[in-house]
């Protein structure tokens, strides 16, 4: 059973930067895309932003030119640079790696809190 295994996640002041990493425990083939999701408390989960096998990404409006996804698919690695952090951005961050089968993997989720 591959697991996904996210770090990099705290409490930041407004303004500040956070790293957030992503490792799957196996090797996993046939990836479609890598990706972050968010859920803060009250509201659904979304998503941030989304890396494809070919290296095409797609952001959220509200992280744009703030947050940088990248991903290495031979190690089923993929990180979210985070900056310009704002309060809104407090919530529990999850990564994804969806298969071209369909389906995917979750992590677990980790906490960013941003606040002075």
């Known amino acids: 059973q591959v697991q996904l295994v996210e770090s990099g996640g705290g409490l930041v002041q407004p303004g500040g930067s956070l790293r957030l990493s992503c490792a799957a425990s196996?090797?996993?083939?046939?990836?479609?895309?890598m990706g972050w999701y968010r859920q803060a408390p009250g509201k659904q989960r979304e998503l941030v932003a989304a890396i494809t096998s070919g290296d095409s990404t797609n952001y959220a409006d509200s992280v744009k030119g703030r947050f940088t996804i990248s991903s290495d698919n031979a190690k089923s690695t993929v990180t979210l640079q985070m900056n310009s952090l704002k309060p809104e951005d407090t919530a529990v961050y999850y990564c994804?790696?969806?298969?071209?089968?369909?389906?995917?993997?979750w992590g677990q989720g980790t906490q960013v809190t941003v606040s002075s």
């Open positions: 196996a090797s996993i083939f046939s990836i479609d895309f």
């Open positions: 994804y790696v969806g298969v071209v089968e369909g389906w995917g993997y």
